[in-house]
């Protein structure tokens, strides 16, 4: 059953469940049912700090964490998404800035499902990074 | 393979070791993750990842975030192409692709091993794996490129080892580089 209507306490209960969303600071923005979360700037993620640049790690992981909780609310799963692969262009790069991301679900099926996520900072037409790949998400009516 | 390097070999090993510890304990995000510099070669490189409450990924399993492995593998890539590459100057992340393989075991310390298969002037394809103390039993493994570009400074590695000592000095701890 896939719900398409979630609240912002849905929202963060699901990131309460991932530790790693708090190291990295992510706060979602709701608009509507549009999920779009926020990895706000703080030093502790960035990767060079000469250039200065966030680090990709961060960036990729914050993208994951958006296609998760993504998936983990509009699947209505009890158990977390699994990633089984996933691939991630570095388009820009990453300013000592906000990032924002916002995943796609480009299929359900009844085991696996196929995201894809945007991150941006300035503009959303000018994206920093983007992912797509396979999460194990079983629906709930076939745990197999 | 990589081609033969345009550089003194022993001198160049010498020279990363020094300047490896920057793109882990060094950087603030390799820091607030706990990266760890194990060893770096020509065309390859080894971090490890000690498991921390942080990191978790589930809190109902506990175990790490996938995106922390992603982490890992990412700057232990980097770091193989930087070993592989002619001049010791930043680098781009053009893509990476990971496949995780099974989950890791709560508790344990992730080894990212990466390898440098093939540089060119200033691209580096690079292959990595993660695992949990058993290389033959992966957590995860990755695929890379990289590309140098150009940072704009005159020495970038000696600017990244001055940011580096910043980093440690603010956080009142010792740097390795």
């Known amino acids: ?144 | 393979m990589t081609d033969s390097p345009k550089f003194d070999i022993a001198e160049r090993r010498e020279k990363l070791w020094t300047i490896a510890p920057m793109f882990t304990e060094g950087t603030p995000h390799g820091a607030a993750l706990g990266l760890k510099f194990v060893a770096v070669d020509i065309g390859r490189a080894t971090i490890s990842l000690p498991y921390n409450a942080k990191l978790i990924g589930d809190s109902e399993t506990r175990v790490m975030f996938g995106g922390a492995v992603t982490a890992l593998l990412d700057q232990a890539c980097g770091l193989a192409a930087l070993a592989a590459l002619e001049k010791l100057d930043a680098l781009a992340t053009l893509d990476l692709r990971i496949d995780y393989m099974r989950a890791a075991t709560p508790g344990e310390t992730i080894i990212a091993e990466a390898h440098c298969y093939k540089a060119t002037r200033d691209v580096a394809f690079v292959r990595a794996i993660a695992h949990d103390g058993d290389s033959e039993d992966p957590v995860a493994s990755a695929q890379a490129i990289f590309m140098q570009i150009k940072s704009g400074s005159e020495d970038h590695m000696a600017d990244r080892k001055k940011a580096a000592e910043n980093i440690a000095d603010a956080r009142g701890g010792t740097a390795r580089a």
């Open chain 1, 1 to 144: 059953m896939t719900v398409s209507k979630f609240t912002e306490a849905q929202v963060k209960s699901v990131l309460g469940r991932m530790p790693y969303a708090k190291l990295i600071g992510v706060k979602p923005l709701l608009m509507g049912h549009e999920l779009t979360l926020i990895m706000p700037y703080a030093q502790e993620v960035i990767g060079n700090p000469v250039l200065p640049a966030l680090h990709g790690g961060a960036v990729s992981a914050f993208m994951e964490l958006t296609a998760i909780t993504q998936l983990a609310l509009q699947g209505g799963h009890t158990k977390l998404p699994k990633p089984v692969g996933v691939n991630i262009d570095y388009l820009r790069r990453g300013k000592p800035m906000d990032t924002y991301a916002r995943a796609l679900v480009a299929r359900e099926g009844k085991r696996v499902a196929n995201v894809r996520v945007r991150a941006w900072q300035e503009s959303f037409n000018e994206p920093i990074s983007m992912l797509h790949g396979h999460f194990m998400a079983p629906r709930q009516s076939n745990n197999g």
